[in-house]
């Protein structure tokens, strides 16, 4: 593992996301997740990333029991507040989407509520959860006072470093960090798709002119980059025989010199030591390399942009699994012979996008602006 020095620590250059952990019948396998972070620990991997809703809430619950093992001083863990899910009205917090049975009278019941759940005192690192267009104003309310709380906290040594992560457009961060100098660290999707794609090249700049170090999820995008279609599969092999697209993937990311953490969502040993081999040294790819990249992502960009993480499942009345309706329908884009119906056709009648009844709720969730309704009724039409 090698490390980069940021925020005046050493900190692995991998870091572990804690949003995709084995599940058992809808839970977390806490054996499996166990045995992930303890071969994460013991490789080197010394951040620990999760979120108030990762895991419907547990995430945060086991990565505490499952760190509790090894001495604190020993490994950073973020978290993150749901501020994207909350709104203000008449003077009152409330939050929207599955969470809105949820209670909280101020700002501090949810941090609270998160150190208990964690077991620890402190946070390392804590962030806003996803500033963009739609929550920006709810973080910056003067009324609810969300960064003068936290500002706080890291006074009284409860927060050791201050961050965001986004999902909103490079104007967005900018204006954020033109009213606020609190934060060391902005955590963005990025990968060589998203660099045009989602213009994080622009994001990336921004966040690095106002001295922020950048903190990169989605490195794979969800999986996506990791299987890529046979041409380019076939010059990547010619490129660099016996590599993986992942780990082309996590060199581009490596060529970046501000992007100082790449958390990755592991679910499996294997992909953990797949990714401790990417991440033994740095190996970033060169200029031709990084072309050939930004050329083949090109022909990605016709697929649906999911990356499964699975935010609008949840908020879905009729419990439509939208991420695999996506997937099936992405392999028929990438192979035009791909028998779409027949595929649906082992999916439970309830199942099937033609149930969906165009809420909208998965739509005001989903990170990646996908416009779900409309693609759920093309699908239907498909099949
Ligand atoms: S719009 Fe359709 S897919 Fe989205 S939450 Fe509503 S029913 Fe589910
Ligand atoms: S559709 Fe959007 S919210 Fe749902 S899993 Fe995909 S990226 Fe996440």
């Known amino acids: ?33 166990q045995e992930i972070i303890d071969l994460a620990y013991e490789s080197g991997i010394n951040y620990y990333d999760t979120a108030f809703r990762y895991h419907s809430g547990e995430s945060e619950i086991f990565i505490g029991k499952a760190l509790a093992k090894y001495p604190r001083e020993s490994w950073y863990l973020a978290s993150k507040l749901p501020g994207h899910q909350m709104h203000y009205e008449n003077g009152k917090l409330g939050f929207h989407g599955y969470l809105s049975d949820f209670q909280v009278e101020k700002i501090s019941d949810i941090f ?19 500033l963009s267009e739609t929550s920006i104003d709810f973080y910056m309310n003067p009324e609810v006072g969300v960064v003068d709380y936290l500002k706080k906290q890291k006074e009284l040594g409860r927060i050791r470093h201050l961050g965001f992560s986004s999902h909103g457009s490079a104007e967005t961060i900018d204006r954020f960090l033109n009213a606020y100098d609190c934060f060391e660290f902005c955590q963005i999707q990025l990968n060589y798709l998203d660099w045009t794609l989602q213009d994080a090249a622009s994001k990336y700049d921004v966040i690095t002119k106002h001295g922020l170090a950048v903190w990169v999820m989605e490195p794979v995008r969800g999986g996506k980059l990791a299987i890529v279609d046979p041409t380019t599969k076939k010059e990547m092999e010619a490129r660099r025989p016996g590599e993986s697209p992942a780990r082309w993937a996590f060199r581009f990311l490596q060529s970046l010199p501000n992007a100082k953490m790449i958390l990755s969502g592991m679910t499996t040993l294997d992909q953990l030591k797949d990714n401790l081999r990417t991440f033994a040294y740095r190996d970033a790819v060169n200029e031709d390399e990084c072309a050939f990249l930004l050329e083949a992502a090109e022909k990605l960009k016709n697929l649906v942009p999911c990356t499964a993480c699975r935010y609008c499942t949840e908020d879905c009345p009729m419990s439509l699994p939208i991420p695999e309706i996506f997937a099936l329908y992405n392999t028929k884009v990438g192979d035009p012979s791909f028998d779409l119906k027949a595929a649906f056709s082992s999916f439970e009648p309830e199942k099937l996008p033609s149930n969906c009844i165009a809420c909208g709720a998965c739509a005001r969730i989903c990170p990646q602006r996908i416009r779900i309704p409309d693609m759920m009724a093309m699908i239907a039409e498909q099949i």
Not at 9 to 28: E, F
Not at 112 to 130: A, I, P, R, S, T
């Open 112 to 130: 609270e509520m998160q150190l208990e759940k964690c077991g620890v005192d402190y946070f390392d690192f804590y962030l806003l959860h996803n």
């Open 1 to 33: 593992m090698y490390y980069n020095e940021v925020c005046g620590l050493k900190l692995s250059a991998l870091g572990m996301g804690n949003m995709r952990l084995p599940q058992k019948a809808g839970k977390i396998d806490y054996e499996k997740a």
